[in-house]
């Protein structure tokens, strides 16, 4: 390989691994800074969301107490059914139910609403929950038994004096949590869900995972219920994740879980590597070039007509005018001036040889 195809060559690869280098460095710089950004935007979100949320939750668990306390204070069937009746209730939950400790059986705000026979509200999860609370809390997700949907409930209990009495509760449409927690989209990168602290996902965009276990969302490691953000893997797809706890909220340890597609989030970083690399690229091209059309004309063309002189030279065939370059002042120019001495050298030799014959 000629010196005029290898010196643009070792250039261009220079120009590569410095511009990679620089390219690194500043991806680095710009995903750190997207990170941080992200955590910025999720944390405020969420809290505003949380918020938003824990506040609504909270008004529901407020009616119940005070259900609670209104049938404790005056306790009686009739008072408990008219109670039960109260419009309002009606129109905050989907369904308001309880049953007595006597025997088990449904009481509720709908005739229709009938769980079926055998039903025993006494050995359903949400009655020892709301025995056991000294005011209203929510349930985990649960089917339901007579409708088989997906609902969370806000319970509580009623005594009569200190006796207590039975339990109660109105369930809670979580269509209406999903939609809250659905206007969060993040520039259309992501979405978030809920979820209490044993990682069973409440309420979800994805309705099918409703109730269940979030290992079904993330089948390939579960991620840490913490606020900074994970890596982890969804249906192939890289995510990112984080978490957000729902403080004030009585009995009920939920958190707002973040899901964000990492190439929408990291599109701007991506570009801007590709952009480097093009650049990259193009400009070492460009370099080259420039530098071989340089090198062209102040180093390649004076060097083979210098080689093409010594050459007429060596086979004898002497110049006689002055041998071009020999005015320039770098290495070229010296060359030329060596190989114009030795020319005439070699004349002086020859005219010196001539006379001794």
């Known amino acids: 390989m000629k010196v005029s195809h290898k010196v643009p060559l070792i250039s261009s690869v220079i120009i590569i691994i410095a511009f990679s280098i620089f390219s690194w460095f500043q991806y680095n710089i710009v995903r750190n800074s997207l990170y941080k950004s992200i955590e910025d935007n999720i944390e405020e979100s969420s809290v505003v969301l949380a918020y938003q949320i824990t506040n609504w939750l909270n008004a ?40 007595l400790e006597s025997d088990g059986q449904p009481i509720s705000n709908d005739t229709n609403w009938y769980p079926g026979d055998g039903w025993d509200a006494r050995i359903r999860p949400w009655y020892p929950l709301a025995r056991s609370h000294e005011q209203a809390l929510l349930t985990n997700p649960y089917t339901d038994s007579a ?41 259309n990168t ?37 606020s900074e953000l994970q890596e982890r893997t969804i249906n192939d797809k890289k995510v990112l994740t984080s978490f957000r706890s729902l403080d004030n909220l009585y009995g009920s340890e939920w958190l707002i879980g973040v ?28 370099s080259s070039f420039i530098l071989y059309v340089i090198m062209k004309k102040l180093l390649i063309k004076p060097i083979d007509r210098l080689t093409s002189v010594a050459d007429q030279i060596s086979r004898g065939r002497l110049l006689g005018s002055e041998i071009e370059g020999v005015d320039r002042n770098d290495e070229i120019g010296a060359l030329a001036r060596s190989i114009d001495r030795m020319s005439k050298g070699l004349q002086i030799a020859i005219i010196r040889l001539r006379k001794k014959k």
């Not at 009569?160 to 979580?174: H, Y």
């Not at 899901?259 to 460009?286: C, H, P, Q, R």
């Open 147 to 187: 409708t088989n949907d997906i609902l969370i409930s806000a319970v509580a209990n009623f005594y009569d004096k200190d006796t207590f009495k039975g339990a109660f509760g109105g369930d809670i449409s979580l269509k209406t949590v999903s939609d809250a927690i659905n206007t969060l989209n993040f520039s």
């Open 190 to 226: 992501g979405y978030a869900f809920l979820l209490n602290n044993t990682g069973e996902i409440i309420s979800h965009p994805n309705s099918s995972l409703n109730g269940k276990h979030m290992s079904a969302l993330f089948a390939n490691g579960l991620p840490r219920l913490k």
């Open 60 to 99: 529901k668990l407020a009616l119940i107490n005070m259900m609670a306390e209104t049938i404790s204070a005056d306790f009686n069937l009739g008072t408990i059914q008219k109670t039960m009746d109260t419009p309002l209730l009606k129109d905050e939950f989907i369904l308001i139910f309880g049953a």
């Open 259 to 286: 899901v964000l597609e990492k190439d929408k989030v990291m599109s701007d970083a991506y570009a801007l590597n590709i952009n480097a690399i093009i650049g990259a690229i193009l400009t070492s091209i460009a």
